[in-house]
């Protein structure tokens, strides 16, 4: 199984340009979330799903966008890249259950200059 | 608005030292919380704690619940250098499945 898979795994964007950061599961599971961790911040969610179809707005969403129109993939869109969106993004997902807790991908670290 | 709050932000103990970590929580409808390490890349997965006062144990780890005081500690014991990491705590909530983290203890094991 590769469980959680985010690419690309690094970007150095340009103010102003767009880009999508993917998010791919291959364990079935329903919920899945977008974050980004800054030093000192801990991890901060932006969007999360709960189901195929649905999303719904973290405690920072504004300038990212997501979709999530197959069970499997979560995608996370910048519009108009700024330098505050330097970081590094994490997808996690999970069963309905939370048994085994979230399982993270290994990050995508973005810059914007 | 939820709160997740960890003390200390962090903190440096020799190996075999015993370490305490805290994270305390304000959340509406409060499922869960759970306890991850990071070590440079994604955090791995330690605990999961519903009820209060039950311990989960996991080798030299081990956590605890107080839904009444509305917090958790994550015990290491032992510590070895290995254990060096920032350890994040994550509560969730039951209506919408919210994930929130705090900010996260730094942990430094010196030999």
């Known amino acids: 199984n590769a469980g959680v898979t985010q690419t690309p795994k690094f970007r150095v964007l340009k103010t102003g340009q767009s880009m999508t950061l993917l998010c791919a599961q291959d364990m079935n599971h329903e919920y899945m979330y977008w974050y980004r961790q800054d030093p000192g911040m801990g991890l901060r969610l932006i969007h999360y799903s709960v189901g195929e179809g649905t999303t719904a707005k973290g405690e920072v969403p504004d300038g990212y966008n997501v979709s999530r129109l197959k069970k499997q993939n979560f995608l996370l869109g910048l519009e108009s890249a700024a330098p505050s969106q330097t970081s590094v993004y994490f997808c996690a997902s999970s069963y309905r259950q939370f048994n085994y807790g979230y399982t993270f991908g290994s990050g995508t670290r973005l810059t914007v200059v | 608005e939820d709160k997740v709050v960890q003390s200390p932000l962090s903190l440096v103990v020799h190996e075999g030292d015993t370490v305490t970590l805290n994270c305390s929580y304000e959340v509406t409808n409060f499922r869960s919380l759970l306890w991850y390490k990071q070590e440079k890349k994604a955090p791995t997965f330690l605990f999961m704690l519903t009820s209060s006062g039950i311990e989960k144990k996991s080798g030299r780890l081990s956590s605890i619940l107080d839904k009444k005081e509305l917090f958790s500690i994550l015990n290491i014991t032992a510590t070895q250098t290995g254990d060096s990491a920032v350890y994040l705590c994550?509560?969730?909530?039951?209506?919408?499945?919210?994930?929130?983290f705090g900010a996260g203890t730094t942990v430094t094991v010196r030999a």
């Open positions: 994550a509560v969730i909530r039951s209506n919408d499945y919210k994930l929130s």
